[in-house]
């Protein structure tokens, strides 16, 4: 006896349900990717932050200033908050059960990263910024 089942593999037609076609969802295809890319950010970020601590306003101007550093830490601030927003809305959906409240949790979260990317923009242009 076959049961008939909804289950569709871009790889192997419907019913076979059991087979992998090893893709993930896009969901998932896209936090794998914004992670493979936080690590060498996260890396570089840390590196360029640690070697800043005891040098003078002027110096951490100088460093930032400079085009790698200040790109690597915008995309080091933008793609860690699209990554955490998509995280803390799975977290969201799958343990907050109240629709309503769903929903607000959700707006809070993408407004709060929104806000929090914003913030570190504006903090890396304005210390990058000749003065």
């Known amino acids: 006896m076959t049961v008939a089942t909804k289950f569709k593999s871009g790889r192997t037609g419907p019913g076979d349900a059991y087979v992998s076609d090893h893709s993930g969802s896009p969901h998932a295809r896209f936090m794998r990717l914004t992670s493979y890319a ?3 950010l996260g890396m570089l970020s840390a590196w360029w ?3 800043l601590a005891g040098k003078s306003l002027e110096g951490v101007r100088a460093e ?3 085009p790698i550093p ?3 830490l ?3 601030g933008v793609v860690g908050m699209i990554h955490a927003r998509r995280g803390m809305d799975d977290i969201i959906e ?3 059960h109240d629709k309503a409240l769903k929903a607000q949790a959700i707006v809070a979260n993408t407004w709060a990263s929104r806000v929090i990317a914003a913030i570190w923009v504006l903090a890396i ?3 990058a910024a000749p003065k």
């Open 70 to 72: 200040a790109l690597v």
């Open 49 to 51: 932050i640690l070697g």
């Open 74 to 76: 915008l995309a080091f």
């Open 64 to 66: 930032i200033g400079r």
């Open 94 to 96: 799958d343990y907050v």
């Open 38 to 40: 936080l690590v060498p």
């Open 125 to 127: 242009l304005l210390i």
